[in-house]
């Protein structure tokens, strides 16, 4: 029970879900996971859902609303009450959320305090919402505009972590022009790196548009089911290593990035050679997650530094998850991070964080107390 007296205002908290990408459900699951767990003695909920069409509304606050229940993917639909940026009729400084309903005045949602945006992929984890939520001065949690979009984007992520010294493996980029006029040669540079190869999406998600690849027939198909998703594909050497995962929390004022213990994804044996979508979220059984990962402590702590160094290297705030292979010689290499990781109760980035003594009630209540603590614009 909470000792607050009943007058201390609790702060607003836009809770912001659903979306244009194709992880639109995972991201209603995680908000049902939130919904349920924030406090409420403490945050006054305002959820906004995005529907997949794009339109933003007031939608319920009640988490089984967007549980994931015997096999049906929750979604948001667009309801009366749309929300909308704009200036509202008293004059209020600048941009803000208002809420349009039918045959009345758009009214402000005023006062809130806070976004927490839980989207994943394109216009949610990509920077384009941030954009949006900066031009209006609105304090959001997570990472900001740079950070969100070189996270996103699986070549430009490579290119920071190799700059900042971080190992990256072997790969090749296939931009639409070169796919369109001179796909003979990018195939030629895909096959030089050897099979099998990963065909990625370069801004995607949850192992949509992912390919593994055994030879040179498999490839061009690959390579146009990955821009079903993505114009930009990335073509990655196959790396073979155990998958080992680090949570990062964002330091407290000046401090250094905090980073959890290792998580591990190790894929039973069936019918998943890789993490692919099903493994992630159909078959249950299909990958087993531990934390902590079973690892010498010397490789522990040389893969939570490196973690950090990710963190910072694109710009991190708020959170991320950070992904590397071990390989059987010993070396960590990245694989990508994650600014809007799986954020249900069952994910692996909380699961990482209670294993290492943050519960997922505190993991939420943090990541706004940084947001609040930043603030909006450069910084
Ligand atoms: N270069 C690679 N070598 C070996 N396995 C890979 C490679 N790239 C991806 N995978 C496998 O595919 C999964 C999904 O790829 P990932 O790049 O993490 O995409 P997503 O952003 O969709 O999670 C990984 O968790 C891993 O199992
Ligand atoms: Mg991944």
């Excluded at 991201?27 to 767990?37: I, Q, R, W, Y």
């Excluded at 394109?122 to 919402?129: A, S």
């Excluded at 591990?264 to 997650?289: C, N, S, T």
Aim: proline share 6%; glycine share 12%.
């Amino acid at each position: 029970m909470t000792t607050e007296s009943p007058a201390a205002p609790r702060t607003r908290v836009l809770v912001l879900f659903g979306g244009r990408s194709s992880e639109h459900a995972v991201s209603c699951v995680t908000a049902a996971g939130v919904l349920e767990a924030i406090d409420r003695s403490r945050y006054e909920v305002v959820p906004v859902g995005i529907a997949k069409s794009g339109q933003w509304s007031l939608v319920s606050a009640d988490p089984s609303a967007w549980s994931l229940r015997a096999d049906v993917l929750p979604e948001v639909t667009a309801t009366e009450h749309a929300v909308v940026m704009g200036t509202s009729a008293d004059g209020g400084a600048g941009q803000e959320l208002l809420v349009a309903a039918p045959g009345s005045v758009p009214e402000s949602l005023g006062g809130v305090d806070v976004v927490l945006p839980l989207l994943h992929g394109p216009f949610g984890e990509d920077g384009t919402l941030q954009g949006m939520l900066e031009m209006a001065d609105m304090r959001y949690v997570g990472a900001g505009v740079l950070a969100s979009a070189v996270g996103m984007d699986k070549h430009f992520m490579k290119v920071v972590f190799a700059a900042a010294g971080l190992e990256v493996g072997p790969y090749a980029v296939v931009t639409d022009r070169q796919w369109r006029t001179d796909a003979e040669g990018a195939l030629h540079r895909a096959t030089a790196l050897g099979f099998p190869l990963f065909v990625k999406p370069a801004r995607a998600g949850s192992s949509m548009g992912i390919s593994r690849v055994e030879d040179t027939a498999a490839l061009r198909t690959a390579i146009e089911a990955a821009r079903a998703f993505d114009p930009k594909v990335v073509i990655e050497a196959g790396i073979e290593g155990r998958e080992i995962e680090v949570a990062v929390l964002q330091g407290r004022g000046l401090d250094a990035p905090r980073t959890s213990l290792p998580g591990e994804i190790a894929m039973q044996p069936g019918d998943h050679a890789w993490y692919d979508f099903d493994a992630k979220y159909v078959d249950g059984a299909a990958a087993e997650l531990t934390c902590p990962a079973d690892l010498p402590s010397d490789v522990i702590d040389r893969v939570r530094q490196l973690a950090g160094e990710a963190f910072e290297a694109i710009g991190g705030e708020g959170l991320s998850r950070v992904d590397f292979f071990y390989t059987p010689d010993g070396r960590l290499v990245i694989n990508e991070i994650n600014t809007m990781p799986g954020f249900t109760p069952i994910s692996m980035y909380p699961q990482m964080w209670a294993k290492s003594g943050l519960g997922y009630t505190e993991l939420i209540d943090e990541l706004i107390g940084l947001a609040l603590e930043r603030g909006t614009g450069l910084r």
